[in-house]
């Protein structure tokens, strides 16, 4: 009888989409790649952490592009996310695209449970760890956006 990683690739189904899928059932590949008080935006100074452009934001990307995570899904997530920031550059309150904002959490839950074209469940952790911090203008504009920034830039190699 031939198991489900044989009939998925007889049907035409790429093994890293096989893997995809597995990796996201399991919750991703390797387990929680968010360190300890994930995220921590700013220094006790009140400057945003090196560490949260550099070291984590090129660690989560790598987990995420692993675990399936495409471009074009991460590039909806981050362009939601630049639009708020646009409206706060043009003078909107934070309390008008806060709840905007925070919608990225129902998007991520909404893709994540999805049967086809779904988000892997540490995109939606890292998303839901994320807006769970955004708690004003300062911790958005910048402790989120950076950050979000640079998980993007890293994940370069996602595939399309």
């Known amino acids: 009888m031939a198991d489900l990683g044989d009939k998925l690739r007889q049907a035409g189904v790429p093994v890293t989409e096989q893997r995809r899928r597995d990796n996201a059932r ?7 790649v968010f360190p300890p008080g994930y ?3 700013f220094t006790e100074d009140g400057h945003t952490r090196v560490e ?19 471009r ?12 708020q920031l646009q409206r706060l550059q043009y003078g909107n309150e934070f309390g008008e695209v806060h709840p905007q904002v925070v919608r990225l959490k129902a998007a991520a839950a909404d ?4 049967r086809t074209n779904n988000i892997p469940p540490s995109f939606k952790e890292f998303i839901d760890r994320n807006i769970d911090k955004v708690m004003d203008k ?3 504009i ?5 950050h979000f920034e640079a ?8 595939r399309e």
Request: aromatic fraction near 10%; charge should be positive; hydrophobic fraction near 45%.
């Open 26 to 32: 399991r919750g991703g590949a390797s387990g929680n």
């Open 111 to 114: 893709r994540a449970a999805r």
């Open 72 to 83: 074009r899904q991460l590039r909806v997530f981050y362009d939601h996310a630049m639009r």
């Open 138 to 140: 300062e911790s958005f």
């Open 39 to 41: 995220p921590q935006y």
């Open 151 to 158: 998980v993007v830039a890293y994940s370069a190699r996602a």
């Open 142 to 146: 910048r402790g989120f956006m950076p």
């Open 52 to 70: 949260l452009v550099a070291e984590e934001a090129q660690r989560i990307a790598e987990q995420l592009v692993a675990d399936g995570l495409t």
